[in-house]
């Protein structure tokens, strides 16, 4: 439904993708919107939605996080809506989010969709991470500076600004143009008519996440127990001395467990946890038998990725011998089949869904595969439709 254009993608991986930011007039020609601002209100209602309306009344900002007892007592002066991961919700989003997947998969975070009226924006700020916004209906003006020492204020406890910035951007976006803003880089985007903006994120773990989630691993697998041993002590003069040869012990302590087989375990697990909650399936999840799976197959019906699962895995690693199983991840578990089915799972990952038809791949002759959809349609990451 969505076609990116207007873009050259090695040019733009090769010069601007982590480096400078770039305005794609037209990325989507008759940009149709995945949503409307009444839907995105009525998603707010939901526990599990992550959203906030930033308002700002006669100069003072205020912020406040859903679910609403009453929306409409928080739209405002100059007031946005911002939703997290409707990219989980609505399938024309999930849609508009994966035009961008000549970025892997992996690197996405989510797709945060605002509706603002005019006058409206969250302020001139930074964000940690790289991101494309998309313009929907209506209009608005994106001002976008080069990373610098700016001066943060916090007109709100909940919101970050920045002062004084000099754009290297200033344009009006309408509907399907598309600013690229790399992080750090300041941006400020405010409304000129009521508008619909869709904001696709990238993560970009730091050292911090890294160490933390890596620790959490090895404390829950009860691994990496191995501890500092003294080489060859010596009397020393200071007894609260700590030699330069102990504290290079130390790191290398540290080193060997980015060589172990641990962190190469653990990182495909911790890259492919995309927060998506368990009940926020649109689908009724059922216990089916691999019979039935096969007999569904065989009968034509489509088997659909349901939204927010992004599988992963791992390139093989040409020195270690080769490995008997496949394995590949989402969510955070990991799934695996026989190595010799490799092709035809990594075929059955990469699209939105799949159906025996004739001609096509008659997915219900191999067993090894209807055994691993049934398992991956009874955890409700595909439904059957
Ligand atoms: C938005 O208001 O849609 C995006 C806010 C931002 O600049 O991150
Ligand atoms: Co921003």
Redesign the pocket.
């Known amino acids: 439904m969505y076609k990116l254009q207007n873009i050259d993608i090695e040019v733009f991986l090769k010069d601007y993708w982590q480096q400078k930011p770039l305005l794609i007039r037209q990325g989507f020609q008759d940009f149709q919107d995945p949503i409307d601002e009444h839907e995105l209100a009525g998603l707010t209602e939901e526990e599990s939605v992550d959203s906030r309306i930033?308002n700002n009344q006669d100069g003072i900002w205020a912020v406040e996080h859903g679910p609403y007892d009453d929306i409409n007592k928080h739209c405002l002066g100059q007031w946005?809506l911002?939703v997290q991961s409707v990219d989980h919700y609505v399938p024309d989003a999930d849609s508009l989010m994966n035009t961008f997947d000549f970025i892997p998969v992996w690197r996405m975070d989510d797709l945060?969709?605002?509706y603002?009226n005019p006058g409206?924006?969250?302020g001139p700020?930074l964000?940690q991470y790289d991101?494309f916004?998309i313009q929907g209906k209506g209009s608005?003006r994106w001002q976008v500076g080069l990373p610098s020492h700016y001066e943060t204020i916090r007109p709100h406890c909940d919101l970050s600004q920045v002062t004084g910035f000099e754009p290297i951007i200033d344009e009006v976006l309408t509907a399907g143009d598309i600013i690229y803003?790399p992080a750090n880089h300041p941006?400020?985007?405010v409304a000129l008519e009521p508008c619909m903006?869709?904001?696709v994120g990238f993560r970009a773990p730091s050292q911090q996440e890294i160490l933390s989630s890596f620790a959490d691993y090895a404390i829950d697998h009860n691994t990496l127990t191995q501890r500092y041993k003294d080489h060859g002590l010596s009397p020393r003069e200071f007894t609260g001395e700590i030699k330069q040869q102990e504290v290079v012990q130390f790191k290398a302590l540290l080193a060997q467990i980015l060589q172990s087989e641990q962190f190469d375990q653990w990182l495909p697990v911790f890259l492919s946890d995309n927060k998506k909650a368990e009940d926020e399936s649109n689908h009724q999840i059922e216990e089916f038998s691999q019979q039935a799976i096969i007999d569904m197959l065989s009968n034509g019906e489509y088997f659909h990725r349901n939204l927010g699962v992004k599988p992963i895995f791992v390139e093989p690693n040409s020195s270690i011998s080769a490995n008997a199983t496949f394995t590949f991840y989402i969510q955070g578990e990991s799934y695996s089949g026989p190595i010799e089915s490799a092709d035809l799972v990594k075929k059955f990952l990469s699209v939105p869904f799949i159906a025996e038809q004739e001609g096509e791949t008659q997915y219900s002759q191999f067993p090894e595969f209807t055994a691993l959809l049934t398992l991956l349609v009874n955890k409700g990451h595909w439904y059957i439709e």
């Open positions: 930033v946005s911002l945060m969709v605002s603002s409206a924006g969250v700020h964000d991101v916004i608005r803003i941006h400020n985007g903006n869709y904001s």
